[in-house]
């Protein structure tokens, strides 16, 4: 089993800014991708950012910009780092460990960690 302790959020003005942090731990041999998503309130979750163990990232258009991921293959950590934000960006933000195999063998599955409010209001 494999848990995802997500951290970092909280109260911030707009133009301000948070970085977030996402811990994977328990069985992992390895990650193929970490990332971000992020759902608030009405809406349906959503992509915010991913990244591959390889280094490839993934943006929304939304936060293209503003927002950068980046990630601790050896931590199996995943972190993004949100500039600029705005009253948009208000959600609660959900990391996502996705295809992690137990051991060489295995497929894989995905992860979601329980999510951490960001809240961006004057």
């Known amino acids: 089993q494999v848990q995802l302790v997500e951290s970092g959020g909280g109260l911030v003005q707009p133009g301000g800014s948070l970085r977030l942090s996402c811990a994977a731990s328990g069985s992992i041999f390895s990650i193929y991708a970490m990332g971000w998503y992020r759902q608030a309130p009405g809406k349906q979750r959503e992509l915010v950012a991913t990244i591959t163990s390889g280094g490839n990232t993934n943006y929304a258009d939304p936060v293209k910009g503003r927002f950068t991921i980046s990630r601790d293959n050896a931590k199996n950590t995943v972190y993004l780092q949100m500039n600029s934000l705005k009253p948009e960006d208000t959600a609660v933000y959900y990391c996502?460990?996705?295809?992690?195999?137990?051991?060489?063998?295995?497929?894989?599955?995905?992860?979601w960690g329980k999510g951490t409010l960001v809240t961006v209001s004057s």
């Open positions: 996502n460990a996705a295809r992690v195999r137990a051991t060489m063998w295995d497929y894989g599955r995905d992860y």
